[in-house]
């Protein structure tokens, strides 16, 4: 779980580093393909030659997980408002849990519940007013929620069914490789070159994005993902939203409601610790290095 801790914690700067320096800014398909394609860089040297087969899922993971949940969240910008987008992410706790008992053929009333609590914890934080014309854009982000729980639960299910005998780190290139497609394909259809970054420090943090935030980030959160139970993996999804606001709040003194944070921070504390009391007798998982 210090696996999605810390990637947690580094994702919660990210998300103000968007919003305050970039969107609006810079072309959101030139941001998504510049940091694809860092973190594919970054992943390169390491790769190694695998059965094709195992390729093909991976890049087709990578694809989904980050190309198209990007595709769909940079849309979804269009049609909502920057509050109502976030209201609507909180409901990927649900699709990881859902996604991965469908995986295993079978389904976890528990897991479900964890999940709905957490749920439940990101809305009392992230509530507030939202427009009447909003339909399309909830549609586009349940697409987005559910590409990236698709990705990090299929990510977590093919190392758990394939006898791999590699580190992940040899194998994660071709996650890349696989949204690196799905981006350059969205750039050339959607891309507004005048939009390109014009001072370094947009380009500094690009850098950071793909190097860091998208690099390391994906792939030790797709790793930790393997180490935790799908319930666990659940409410991690939303741990993302208080983490954001705290960030956001100390060091850009953005608004945010402190009442709502602890009393929503409380209710995900509590998905945590019931999924882990109903989890006591519950049989390990695989774990992968």
């Not at 339909?135 to 299910?157: D, H, M, P, S």
């Not at 891309?191 to 420090?201: E, F, I, M, R, V």
């Not at 003194?253 to 409380?266: H, Y």
Request: hydrophobic share 55%; charged share 10%.
């Amino acid at each position: 779980m210090g696996y999605l801790v810390a990637i947690t914690i580094l994702w919660a700067f990210s998300f103000s580093l968007i919003g305050v320096y970039l969107a609006g800014q810079v072309d959101a398909y030139f941001s998504v393909l510049t940091r694809v394609a860092l973190a594919t860089v970054v992943f390169l040297p390491f790769i190694r030659r695998v059965p094709p087969t195992l390729a093909a899922k991976l890049m087709a993971l990578g694809a989904i997980q980050l190309g198209c949940m990007y595709v769909f969240y940079y849309q979804s910008f269009l049609l909502l408002s920057v509050p109502e987008v976030l209201i609507f992410t909180i409901l990927t706790p649900v699709y990881v849990t859902l996604i991965f008992d469908l995986l295993q053929g079978r389904f976890s009333y528990k897991y479900l519940i964890t999940a709905l609590v957490a749920v439940l914890g990101a809305a009392i934080i992230r509530y507030s007013s939202i427009g009447s014309e909003i339909f399309t854009g909830f549609l586009v982000v349940q697409g987005a929620n559910i590409c990236f729980a698709i990705g990090q639960v299929g990510y977590k299910v093919l190392l758990q069914r394939e006898n791999l005998q590699l580190p992940q780190r040899a194998i994660f290139g071709y996650f890349y490789i696989g949204a690196l497609a799905v981006t350059m394909v969205t750039w050339l259809l959607f891309g507004n070159s005048d939009k390109l970054p014009t001072t370094s420090l947009q380009w500094e943090i690009l850098l950071y994005l793909g190097l860091i935030a998208s690099g390391l980030g994906y792939f030790f959160w797709n790793k930790g993902a393997t180490k935790v139970d799908a319930g666990t993996l659940a409410i991690m999804n939303n741990a993302l939203v208080p983490a954001g606001l705290v960030v956001n709040l100390l060091l850009w003194n953005r608004d945010a409601n402190l009442t709502r944070l602890c009393i929503g921070g409380a209710v995900l504390l509590f998905s945590l610790l019931l999924h882990e009391y109903w989890g006591k007798n519950r049989p390990a998982e695989p774990q992968f290095d």
